[in-house]
């Protein structure tokens, strides 16, 4: 499982997410998932925003939420204010591999790495 906690949905986020749906549906004998939290803002407005990401850029096995009980990302991950996108990549209940980036560290060289890294969860 891909899980993304993100403060700032752009066209990297966005070409992130679609590479990893591309895995999930490679994947789809291991249950690849790909979840997107939308956190660091107030959650009606993050609801629209995440709302309209994932239509602007028709994901079809993302799930984009807004956390609205914790907004700023799960306490016990410890989510920086000055990351704008960390990617926790699962295999069971155990992060294998994690990427924390400030704000705009996510370029296409990033990505590519982070994608490759996905080969370490999957079988």
């Known amino acids: 499982m891909a899980m993304i906690y993100a403060r700032k949905l752009d066209e990297n986020l966005a070409s992130l997410v679609k590479k990893f749906e591309t895995v999930a549906a490679d994947n789809e004998d291991e249950k690849f998932a790909v979840l997107v939290a939308v956190i660091g803002g107030d959650v009606e407005e993050l609801k629209t925003s995440a ?8 994901l079809t096995k993302a799930i984009v939420v807004v956390p609205s009980e914790q ?15 960390c990617v926790f990549l699962y ?28 080969g370490k969860i999957l079988k």
């Open 51 to 58: 709302a309209e990401f994932a239509s602007n850029h028709n």
């Open 71 to 85: 907004p700023d990302g799960p306490k016990k991950y410890g989510i920086s204010a000055d990351a704008a996108t």
């Open 91 to 118: 295999s069971g209940k155990k992060v294998k591999v994690a990427h924390v980036l400030p704000t705009d560290a996510l370029n296409g060289d990033r990505i590519a790495v982070i994608v490759a890294d996905a």
